[in-house]
């Protein structure tokens, strides 16, 4: 298993990544990449979004409990 701290500091660093590249697709107009890159980097960026999400709120029930 892994531990409380490490589930939030591996959520935030995923969440915030993905977070990133979102507004810098935005920006840098990639979303309008040639047909599948688009897709495919939409695709990424929201899988690690919900997975940084997904570990951040597991480490924040888990931290409750503890308490």
């Known amino acids: 298993m892994i531990s ?6 591996l959520g ?6 993905a977070g990133t590249g979102i507004i810098l697709a935005s920006i840098f107009g990639w ?3 040639p047909r599948p890159w688009g897709f495919v980097l939409g ?6 979004t919900g997975l940084g999400t997904t ?12 308490r």
């Open 43 to 48: 695709f990424v960026l929201g899988i690690l």
């Open 12 to 17: 935030s660093f995923l969440t915030s990544t």
């Open 31 to 33: 979303s309008g990449s």
């Open 55 to 66: 570990f951040i709120i597991a480490g924040l029930i888990e931290h409750r409990r503890q």
């Open 4 to 9: 409380t701290k490490k589930k939030l500091a």
